[in-house]
């Protein structure tokens, strides 16, 4: 008699890139997710360098902890901008 291959029934497992973390920084509180290439599938724009965030780039998504509306006011960095983003000097100006 032939084998049936059967999925776990409603089991679900963490999906690698997927997991949500807080971050404490000087500025507050953070929900940080990393997406893999694979779950990019749209383009962003980074608010640390202002580039866009190709389709199938790793990157992070950040929202505060510390706002209630924080969710909806997520964004799309690239890895290295967030990680340095505490260092950068403010834009314009001299």
Not at 7 to 26: I, L
Not at 59 to 70: K, M, T
């Amino acid at each position: 008699m032939g084998r049936k291959n059967r999925r776990a029934g409603s089991e679900s497992k963490p999906v690698f890139g997927n997991s949500t973390v807080t971050e404490s920084h000087p500025d507050g509180e953070w929900f940080v997710r990393k997406l893999t290439g694979s779950s990019a599938i749209k383009t962003y724009r980074c608010p640390g360098c202002d580039q866009e965030i190709r389709p199938a780039t790793p990157h992070i998504v950040a929202w505060s902890a510390d706002l209630p509306e924080g969710a909806e006011d997520r964004r799309h960095w690239h890895t290295p901008c967030w990680s340095n983003r505490g260092n950068r000097r403010p834009r314009g100006g001299k």
